[in-house]
């Protein structure tokens, strides 16, 4: 029996629970790929939101990628420590940083990169790219039309 068969077909047919199920599956093949190297995904999140927009303030970074605060500060402190990034007091005002990668960063960011894209091809592995881009459309729309129904 195919083990998608033994699951109630009403389960089957959710569109949230077989979201669920695809998330669960995809975390852990980017968790394991970046496993590889001593990463979290917030690294990677952290990393690819700097390299896009420039030197940004934790609060901004945390708005941008989705990161509760405390787990802001402590990402970038892991980052800081590793010397991927760079924390600097914003001259405007004292009491926020402002958080820019480092060479060492864009560096690692392009391994991760890599091995994202390897971990994706893994994941996506019974579509053909037309149905990716399908997919990667679809899941975009939805998203994107339930993060504008909260703002």
């Known amino acids: 029996m195919n083990p998608g068969e033994a699951t109630p077909r009403r389960l089957r047919a959710l569109p949230s629970r077989l979201t669920n199920q695809a998330a669960l599956t995809a975390n852990r093949i980017v968790d394991k790929a970046l496993a590889q190297v001593g990463v979290r995904r917030y690294h990677y999140s952290l990393l690819a939101a700097l390299d896009e927009t420039g030197p940004t303030s934790q609060a901004e970074l945390g708005r941008r990628t989705g990161i509760d605060r405390s787990d802001m ?62 997919l990667i459309d679809l899941l975009t ?11």
Do not use: C, F, M, W
């Open 141 to 151: 729309r939805v998203t994107d039309y339930h993060r504008d129904k909260q703002d």
């Open 73 to 134: 500060v402590a990402t970038v402190n892991d980052l800081a420590d590793r010397g991927l990034v760079q924390r600097v007091p914003d001259p405007e005002d004292r009491r926020r940083n402002i958080v820019s990668v480092t060479s060492a960063g864009r560096r690692q960011l392009a391994q991760l990169d890599e091995l994202l894209g390897a971990a994706q091809d893994a994941y996506l592995a019974p579509l053909s790219a037309a149905d990716r881009r399908t």
